[in-house]
């Protein structure tokens, strides 16, 4: 037998510093949380922050069927996403390739994102969805930026 020095024991870490990825799926698990602030908007997806703090933002977002984002890249920040129900597709363009991938995420699936990612969520289901999205500010950001599929260039 050998003891282990101290100093070589990984100490539990706060939340705040879990992957984002873990951070979104135990939001989605929780209900509770956020439950009461679903919504869904005929005219486009509804969004509600469900926590707010100095390292992240965890935002709620109701999908109807059809809804989805531009093509945007989220300048400055690591993020991740839990689909909660429903489906969404994640359409994720490369500058200078013509081809996007899509990937078809349903309920316990996430995405995890970091800046100059360029994407685009939508929900191609005939039935509602809600993920939760987890944002982290990594560097100097400018918020959520549209942007050209094939130059990477910010649309205005």
Known sequence: MFAVPPNTVALVSPAAFA???LVAAEFARDRDRWRGLLRYDPDRRFAALVE???DQEVWLM???PGQGTELHDHDGTTAAFTVVSGTLTEQVAYPG?????VHNLVAGQSRVFASGYVHRIHNPGPDPAVSIHVHRVTGPTGGSRRVDRL???ELR
Request: net charge negative; hydrophobic share 35%.
């Open 62 to 64: 109701g999908w109807l």
């Open 19 to 21: 992957h984002p990825a």
């Open 151 to 153: 130059t990477g260039v």
């Open 97 to 101: 390739h013509r081809e996007d991938v």
């Open 52 to 54: 707010l703090t100095e």
